[in-house]
């Protein structure tokens, strides 16, 4: 019988893990799917981890892995995908805005033969104004610089085993994980999906991780932020000739000192140009460096898996000292 993994990232999620499984669980036991669930804890400074814990001892199809700090949610899905064993994998958040009905939909898909099942939003659900006005300009400059639409995709995906192999192989360290399945093509079909409201808490997100994010996945997956710089450029080229003609025609008139406000402006646009473009070399720049620094997108600290309570002593001694905390 083929396999199926659900990977579920969580940050400071620890009134979720319990929901999260149950939910996941009823509706693929209730279909006699053959599955497994990974909880991949991002750093949570709440208990997350011994919720995750407590889950993944008493059921033997719910794997936990913990990171020693929080590395970002892109990590964790690598991480998930890393763990994982199944024929394919659904990716999906741990505070359940992702309907898990969905997940048989996208099963049956990737039985038919699709080897990517993207979920798409029928809507954003409930988002203030700032969030919905910054999340379309986003997506609208992400389309124009790499021609991919993906302003109602999500990190709800299936994907097929030989998708996973080739995603894991490839060698960045920072990946818009959303936005890299479409990039890498095979048979891909989408789904539709309706955001469900969080049943508890509230969104991890800030606006200033949200702009980080933003910068961090455009300047990622394209290079055209650079080619703004040879814009302005021509735009300054332009601007300094009509200045320039304009210069020389006070001059030859007697005029040369009305021109001061126009060399202060001049010089204030050439400076301001420069500074935005050494600001885009220099984040092309650190990106660079930290691809060369070969280090890790992540470190696990801890595994859990399922033990029996008459195998307890075997448990790792890592996993020994959270299960005396519970």
């Known amino acids: 019988m ?4 659900i990977i579920l990232p969580a940050y400071n999620e620890e ?4 929901r999260a499984f149950e939910q996941v669980n009823n509706i693929l036991s209730n279909n006699s799917i053959s599955f497994e669930i990974i909880f991949v804890n991002d750093g949570s400074t709440d208990d997350t981890w011994l919720e995750i814990l407590e889950v993944s001892k008493e059921h033997r199809n719910v794997k936990g892995v913990n990171f020693s700090r929080n590395f970002g949610k892109e990590a964790a899905i690598r991480a998930g995908l890393y763990y994982a064993s199944g024929d394919c994998a659904v990716v999906m958040d741990c505070d359940m805005q992702h309907p898990p009905e969905t997940i ?3 099963y ?3 039985v038919q033969g699709y080897q990517i099942v993207e979920g798409v939003k029928i809507s954003r659900g409930k988002e203030n104004i700032i969030n919905k006005i910054s999340s379309k300009l986003f997506y609208q400059v992400l389309k124009k610089i790499t021609g991919f639409k993906i302003d109602r995709s999500s990190d709800f995906k299936l994907l097929d085993r030989q998708v ?3 995603y894991l192989h490839l060698p960045e360290k920072k990946m818009f994980f959303r936005a890299i399945t479409f990039w890498m093509g095979f048979n891909s079909i989408e789904i539709e999906y309706e955001v469900r409201e969080r049943e508890i808490g509230t969104s991890k997100w800030s606006m200033m991780s949200l702009i980080k994010y933003a910068f961090n996945n455009i300047t990622s997956f394209s290079t055209a932020p650079m080619q703004i710089i040879t814009i302005i450029g021509v735009v300054n080229l332009i601007l300094s000739l009509v200045l320039g003609i304009q210069s020389l025609i006070n001059y030859i008139k ?3 000192l009305e021109g001061f406000t126009t060399v202060i402006l001049l010089l204030l646009l050439i400076g301001s140009s420069l500074m935005i473009s050494l600001g885009i070399i220099g984040f092309y720049l650190s990106k660079i460096y930290e691809e060369v620094k070969g280090r890790p997108s992540y470190i696990v600290s801890n595994v859990a898996a399922y033990t029996k309570p008459h195998e307890k002593d075997k448990v790792s001694k890592e996993n020994e000292e959270y299960f005396s905390n519970i």
């Open 254 to 256: 007697g005029y040369s």
């Open 2 to 5: 083929k396999k199926l993994s």
């Open 164 to 166: 996973i192999e080739e």
């Open 104 to 106: 048989l939909e996208m």
């Open 15 to 18: 009134g979720m893990v319990n």
């Open 108 to 110: 049956d898909l990737w």
